[in-house]
Structures are given as C-alpha cells and as structure tokens.
C-alpha cells in the first residue's frame, strides 16, 4: 500500500509535541500504556453486555517487552483493537481521539470502567524515543489484523498481516544515541519498570514485565564434605509489577492509620511519622480522592530554591504531574501527598494542566482540609502540633507575610509565641482568653531568646500588674504582629513602646513633672553621649532598675539588628538605624548619682553618662560600641 501523508495540521501538531508539549521524554511510556489501558475499558465494557466477548475481566492484561538487540519496545493488550478504518481514523489525524468518541457514545457514567485518553496525542510521544514505531491491531468481532507504520512526520502505511487474538502492539524502534540523548537506556528492564511504576503503577490492568531476580542453586562441583556446592543465579519471571488500586482509592474502612503511613515513608522516603494524615473523598461538582500528609519535620532543603514543593497529581490513576503546586498554597507548601480525580481538564498533553475552575474547587477545599487538621492538632494532640510548628511555623509566618496581610485570617490561629507567664508556645487565642478583664493590648517584647527576655528592664511594669508577654524570636515576628495590628479586637504593644496603656492619669502628670525639672540634666546626658542617642528620657516604665534603652519612630532595636544580618545585596548597603532613646529611672539611687554629679563634677557625670549607656546596651542584648573602653570606664569609677 501506498505510503499516506499525515496533513500539514497534523505534521506541525507532530513536530511540536515532540519537541515542545512533552518536556520528560519516560513520559512516551506512560500514554502508550494509558492507551492500552483504554482499549481493554473499552472490550471490558462491552463484555458487560456481550456474552461473544470470552474474556473474563482477570483475563486483561497488558505486557511490556524489551529486545535489546533490536532496540526495541513493545507494548501489547488484548483490548478492542481498531480495524484498518478505525487506524486510519485515530493514528493518520493527530488529536482525534478515539477514547474520547467512544465515551460520547457510550453511558459509562454507571460502571466502573474509566477512559483515561481523551485528546489522541499520547500515541505521537513514542516518536520522542522511537526512530520507527509499528502497531499490529485486531479489532474485536474481527479476523483480520491491520499493521500501521511510520517514522515520523513523513507520513505512514497500513497493510493487512496476521495477528492471533484480539488486541494491539506498539512496537517502538528507538533511535539511535546522541551526544544529547542516551537512548539505549530505556531497554535497562529496571529502568523500564521503574518508570512504569512511577506513572502507571495504578493502572487498573495489570502489566506484565520479565524482572530479573536470584535464587541459590545447587552446581556440580562438590565441596570437601561431597555435598554439592551452591552459587547465586540470576533467572527472568514474568510478573505483574503494577499495584492496580491505589490505597486512596480504597475505603477509609478498609485501610488503617498504620498503612496510610508506611504508604508515606515509603512514598516520599520519610523515616519519621508523619503529624497527620488527611483523606478526602469528595463527589459533587468536582470528584475527587486526595490522601495528603503534614510531615513532622522540614526536609533539609525545605528552605532551599532546591526544595520542590506540590503534591502528586493523578487522573484516574495516572500520575499526571509529581509536583502539582497549585493545588496547594504557598504557605502549606510542606504538604506532601496525592491527589487524584477523573474531571481535571488535561490539556492536549497529560503534563499540561489547565488551571481551570475544577482545580480551584480541588485547591480551596484541600486549603479548608489541611487547616482543620492542623487545629485539631493544636487542640488535641499539641505534642505533635508543636513539634510540627518548631519545623514549619516559620512557614505560616511567610504566609502572612508575603501576602502583606491579607493572609492572616486564614493563619493567624495556627500561630504560636512563648508565653512568660505559661512558660511555653501559646495561640493568640489562648492568650486572649487568659487575659484579666481588665487588659486591653496584647503584650509582647523582641529578643533573641527567652533567658534575655525574662530579665528585660522595660516589660516589669506590664509583669507588675500580673499580665502576660509574649516573647518573638524570630527575627520576622515583630513584622508580623505589626502587620497583623490586631487580635480578637485588642491591639498588639510592645513593651518597649512609650505608652503602656497602665499608668493613670496622676501618675502621668508625676512623671511629666519629673521630666521637666530633669530637662537640663537630659539634655546633658545627650550631649555627652555624643549622637550614640536621639535622646534622653525619664522612664515611665522602669521599677527596679535603673536604665533602659528604647526607640522612638518606626524602626525598632530588633528591625535594626534584622536588617544589619542582611546580605548587602538585599539590604542595598545602606545601614538602617533605629532612633535610640536612653530612659532613666528617677526612683532610682543611679539616677540620684548622675544627678549629684552633674551639680558638681561634670566629667565624673559624663563618664556616668556612659556607664548607664554601656548598660542599657547590655540589657538590650546588643554589643558594646567598644568594650575596651567600656571596661576601662568601669575600673576608672571604681577607683
């Protein structure tokens, strides 16, 4: 017969598939097998009806063969197979598809049987290894076999030959290797089946492989004792090496909490448990069946640019994409898990996912799952939920964070900070409810740890009135509560800001009379500090001791610190200064000290002056402009 032209669609359609639609070249074996998988759905349906068909459903099979030496690949089933017409119709048209046309003919919304190709490309991928491919089809209820060729865009010819039984080969001759591509890797069996089990181990027909495996033999050699000696052997068996169902499939009933784990390990090579496991089976507008996973702890490179974030995304079965990132949002990144559903809308490749309205309706309700879990872990298993915050708490920071905001509502109740007064991780909505009746804000002090924060002059008034603090030590934490401004209606404040909301009214004007009598001692200590210092200040705040360090304007101590920690790239080498004010305790004998001396001994108040800075600094767990200086101070007022 008569070589046959693809048409001019078809060849461009071709040669952009090849080379543009399909970035993973494993992925040819994946279609060839969905298609197989197709057309045994196909006979099987119609052997529900049809007493002619003589194959029992445990009879369907598919095989996959290697021939090393030919190089080639072949991938046979013994599903409807097509006629020469029916060749003609779904191999010389690209993108006609003949799964497609068979579900609009036929009701199989009632049984279980799933058509998986829907747009008729698949077929084309094997050309991505294939130099030549060749497939010999028997059409159910006929006696005639049909082979169709071709080697590419050039065209392709269909002669009759002889085939026994029902069913299709695609026979893949593979090109040659290159300086860009090894072929000759795909006839390793072990490579070959491990692609098999990564795209289509739950395929619902088994599929047959030879795997080469070793037992322990007797030889004819004897030992010294006369008994024969024994030696490994290598040896072929043909066996089924696809799971078929999937344990998300599979009824909750019927799978326990310990095999939805070790599917985990295993799955996404995890020594640990993971914090929970979340199942979903869904039906409605969009159908679908998800089995996802909080992991207990970060990966090492979780907070890397190497770190792959998304679930696995699979279409009956067929694993359509390994890492699905828009099922997930970013702040749940650490998600690991599948997702599987048969109304995805697949683009003319499997791997191109449009982004359409099944997948939002997939993502918002995977969104709603995962925070119900993590709120059932805060309230009733908080050993594991803390453990899974100290790996990902960072996480659902950024989540607030990155989207300025407006995030928060979503996230702000699976946040935790230490409490003072707990001595452990607390909600902002524990927090709130142990409030007294009386407190209005929602306390916290920045620091680097909770030792430092315990001894922080500024929070004793807030202590004094029995209230509790939370302590931030992440550097982002103190812009994240600011952006969030507020919790359950009460403000956020922080200890170090200069109106605590405690003093009354009386108190107050005290202090603003202290203030003004000590408006020239102030301006000195400023002065003498020589611009270490924005000003100088009588604490409204300080109890027992006798010196803190503050800021005034919008750049704090710790905003300071972050931003100096920076890269210079990022920080644009410009040093981003907080305003310092020095406070002082009037109640104080220090403040009485710097006060005597300034009336008498303006050097001995300078170095005063210094001390108390020196002090402050300390107390702020920031470090000594010079501490050789400072020492030398200390020794030179002792003596």
């Not at 098999?196 to 004819?220: F, G, L």
């Not at 030792?451 to 931030?472: F, H, N, S, T, W």
Request: net charge negative.
């Amino acid at each position: 017969m008569a070589k046959k032209q693809f048409k001019a669609e078809s060849k461009r359609l071709m040669d952009l598939m090849v080379n543009s639609i399909y970035t993973n070249r494993e992925i040819f074996l994946r279609e060839i097998i969905s298609n197989a998988s197709d057309a045994i759905d196909k006979l099987c349906y119609l052997s529900l009806t049809d007493d002619k068909v003589g194959l029992r459903r445990e009879d369907f099979r598919i095989d996959v063969k290697i021939d090393k030496d030919a190089r080639k690949i072949t991938v046979s089933d013994n599903g409807i197979g097509m006629t020469a017409q029916e060749m003609e119709q779904n191999l010389g048209v690209i993108a006609k598809s003949g799964s497609l046309q068979f579900k609009k003919e036929n009701d199989m919304s009632k049984e279980d049987i799933d058509i998986i190709g829907q747009f008729g490309v698949g077929f084309y991928s094997a050309f991505m290894v294939a130099a030549k491919v060749t497939v010999i089809s028997r059409a159910y209820g006929s006696e005639e076999a049909n082979m169709w060729v071709s080697s590419g865009a050039d065209g392709y010819t269909i002669t009759p030959c002889e085939k026994d039984g029902v069913g299709t080969d695609v026979i893949m001759e593979l090109k040659e290797d290159g300086e860009e591509a090894d072929y000759s890797e795909f006839l390793d069996n072990n490579y070959l089946s491990s692609i098999v089990k990564k795209y289509s181990d739950y395929v619902r027909w088994p599929i047959y492989m030879d795997v080469t495996k070793s037992r322990y033999v007797e030889t004819e050699e004897l030992n010294a004792d006369g008994t024969k000696k024994k030696q490994w052997e290598d040896y072929t068996e043909n066996e089924v090496i696809n799971s078929r169902v999937p344990i998300w499939q599979r009824p909750k009933s019927e799978v326990s909490n310990e095999e939805c784990i070790n599917f985990y390990k295993e799955k996404f090579y995890d020594m640990e448990d993971p914090a929970a496991v979340i199942r979903v089976s869904a039906e409605g507008t969009v159908s679908y069946k998800a089995m996802l996973f909080i992991p207990s702890h970060a990966p090492a490179n979780y907070y890397s640019k190497d770190y792959q974030a998304g679930v696995q995304l699979y279409s009956s079965g067929v694993m359509i994409m390994e890492h699905c990132d828009a099922v997930l949002p970013d702040y749940f990144r650490f998600v690991r898990g599948v997702v599987d559903s048969p109304d995805l809308s697949l683009n003319i490749s499997r791997e191109i996912l449009q982004h359409d309205r099944q997948l939002k309706i997939i993502a918002t309700n995977v969104e709603k799952k995962i925070k119900q879990e993590l709120e059932r872990l805060i309230q009733n298993d908080r050993e594991k939920y803390e453990k899974f915050y100290s790996a990902f708490g960072l996480q659902l920071k950024y989540g607030i964070l990155n989207a300025y905001g407006s995030n928060k509502e979503q996230l702000q109740d699976l946040l935790m900070f230490y409490s003072a007064d707990k001595e452990k991780p607390v909600t902002f909505k524990e927090y709130t409810q142990a409030m007294p009746e009386e407190q209005k804000y929602i306390y916290y002090a920045v620091g680097e740890s909770v030792k430092m924060l315990g001894e922080l002059p500024q929070a004793e008034p807030v202590r004094k009135k029995g209230y509790d603090i939370l302590y931030l030590l992440d550097d982002t934490d103190e812009f994240l509560v600011k952006m969030l401004g507020e919790y359950d209606g009460k403000q956020f404040i922080s200890v170090s800001a200069e109106d605590l909301g405690l003093e009354t009214q009386e108190e107050k004007e005290t202090a603003e009379k202290v203030e003004t009598e000590s408006r020239e001692l102030l301006d000195f200590v400023k002065e003498a500090l020589e611009g270490k210092i924005a000003a100088a200040k009588i604490s409204h705040k300080l109890v027992s001791r006798p010196v803190c360090l503050t800021t005034q304007g919008s750049i704090t101590l710790e905003m300071e610190r972050y931003f100096a920690s920076l890269p210079e790239a990022v920080s644009g080498g410009v040093p981003m200064k907080a305003e310092r004010v020095l406070e002082l305790n009037p109640a104080h004998p220090v403040f009485k000290a710097l006060k005597a001396a300034y009336e008498t001994d303006r050097e001995r108040a300078k170095d005063y002056a210094e001390l108390l800075y020196g002090q402050s600094l300390l107390a702020a767990g920031l470090p000594l402009e010079n501490p050789g200086e400072f020492s030398e101070l200390v020794c030179k007022l002792m003596v």
